[in-house]
């Protein structure tokens, strides 16, 4: 049985891998620790705690004495770190928790393990590890900035971010790097392009666009719409980053990303156009509208889900202008390739959105709305 520290799991990607990896692995216990703020919900992995393989810890990954306390009780073998401030938009308005949690948390977590997993030192002087040993770094492909219209970023291209967000997790592997060289710590970091799926906070684009579609408020596209992400299903980062902490070599650094580049404006009107379908499929869904109006027919008209929702608002400050990831590494050394193509997963998402209406009306409190006010209200 190996015992993983995962931080940050009741968030997006962190409760898609927990789920993820106590399915897969029967012989793996997961401590999730998470301090639960704006971003993490408890309620998205409550049927995956069961006190036997899985234990929840509300807390920060900043604060040394309960990780210190934590790795004496559970003695890790392995920790992912998920835990971070992830919104560019919010890391524009308040760059300083960016810096303290995802720099300064990553090194506390990073140094905690190093005192627990040494056991020793080799004759250049070296520290060595308790066998088994991993640190994993959940990083992301806006490490590497921004592209022109063509090329791809490999794990070679040097690293060169913008935002106070993608700024903090360069920085947070860097330090990871630097354990690595210095320590010759057991580290891996992966570096993925934009997630989608299940349990997105509904700050961020998909989600976002879903949510107000529903409640009937435009769309809010930024600039021209023209800015490309390249997305990849939740469920095939997770399988990455298995692989890697699994199978992947100390001190390795992956790719993850599966060509699939959109412009902005383009996913916004696949969203459209798949809420509408599904509307028109399963006229049930249309309940779920906050502003319903009957139609000559007598059914909730849906004719207004179409392009002219959308409203092209003031650009990002600083916004990336293209993401494409090179996946060559992780495919030929680890033969990972991802298993859901954009088109099934995005009608997934979007019917998994519908389907769970409750969970986004559980996160998207008084809290977001006051967000939701401040960031989109004079734009
Ligand atoms: P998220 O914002 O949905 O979740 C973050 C989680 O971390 C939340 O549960 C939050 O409560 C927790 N957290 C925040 N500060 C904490 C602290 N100080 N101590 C403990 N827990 C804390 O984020 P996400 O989208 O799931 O991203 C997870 C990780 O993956 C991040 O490191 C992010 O940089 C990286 N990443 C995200 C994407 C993406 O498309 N979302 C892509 C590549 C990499
Ligand atoms: O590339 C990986 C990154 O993807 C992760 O590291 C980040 O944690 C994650 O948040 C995501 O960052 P983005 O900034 O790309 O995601 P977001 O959903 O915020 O925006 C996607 C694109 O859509 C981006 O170009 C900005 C644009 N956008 C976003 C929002 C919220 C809009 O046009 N309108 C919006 O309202």
């Known amino acids: 049985m190996k015992t993983y520290l995962v931080t940050g799991a009741a968030g997006f990607i962190g409760a898609n891998y927990l789920k ?19 971003a993490g919900y408890l309620g998205t992995i409550a049927s995956d705690i069961d006190n ?4 929840f810890v509300k807390g920060d990954i900043c604060d040394r004495g309960l990780i210190d306390s934590l790795f004496a009780e559970y003695r890790f073998d392995v920790v992912v770190n998920f835990a971070a401030e992830s919104h560019v938009d919010r890391s524009i308005d308040n760059p300083q928790l960016f810096l303290q949690t995802n720099i300064l948390g990553t090194q506390c977590l990073l140094d905690a393990a190093r005192t627990a997993w040494v056991m020793g030192r080799d004759e ?4 060595t590890w308790r066998a088994g040993v991993r640190f994993h770094q959940v990083s992301t492909d806006e490490v590497y900035g921004s592209l022109g219209p063509t090329g791809y970023f490999t794990e070679q291209t040097p690293l060169c971010p913008h935002s106070p967000y993608s700024a903090s997790k360069t920085s947070a592997d ?7 060289d210095t320590y010759h710590m057991p580290v891996s970091i992966t570096r993925c392009s934009n997630n989608y799926g299940p349990y997105q906070f509904p700050e961020k684009l998909i989600p976002l666009v879903i ?32 692989m890697v902490v699994t199978q992947g070599a100390p001190g390795c650094i992956y790719n993850v990303g599966g060509h699939n580049e959109r412009q902005n404006i383009t996913i916004v009107k696949i969203i459209i156009d798949t809420v509408r379908q599904l509307m028109t499929d399963e006229p049930a869904y249309r309940s779920l509208l906050k502003k319903p109006v009957k139609g000559a027919d007598g059914q909730t008209d849906i004719s207004w889900i179409n392009y002219d929702l959308i409203t092209f608002v003031k650009d990002r400050l600083g916004h ?11 495919g030929e050394e680890l033969g990972w390739q991802p298993d859901t193509p954009f088109e ?32 989109y209200g004079g734009r």
């Open 20 to 38: 993820y990896i106590l399915a897969r692995h029967s012989d793996v216990r997961v401590v999730v620790l998470d301090l639960l703020t704006y």
């Open 52 to 55: 036997d393989r899985c234990f």
């Open 124 to 127: 250049q002087g070296y520290p």
């Open 174 to 180: 860097h330090i990871v790097c630097a354990y690595r």
């Open 211 to 242: 949510n107000n579609i529903l409640e009937s408020k435009k769309l809010p596209v930024y600039g021209k719409g023209e800015n490309v992400r390249d997305w990849l299903y939740v469920d095939d980062h997770c399988k990455a980053i298995d």
């Open 320 to 330: 990336d202008q293209r993401y494409g990831i090179d996946p060559t590494k992780i």
């Open 344 to 375: 099934v997963g995005i009608v997934k998402t979007v019917r998994w959105y519908l389907d769970h209406h409750d969970w986004v009306e559980a996160v998207s409190g008084s809290d977001y709305q006051l967000y939701y006010e401040k960031m």
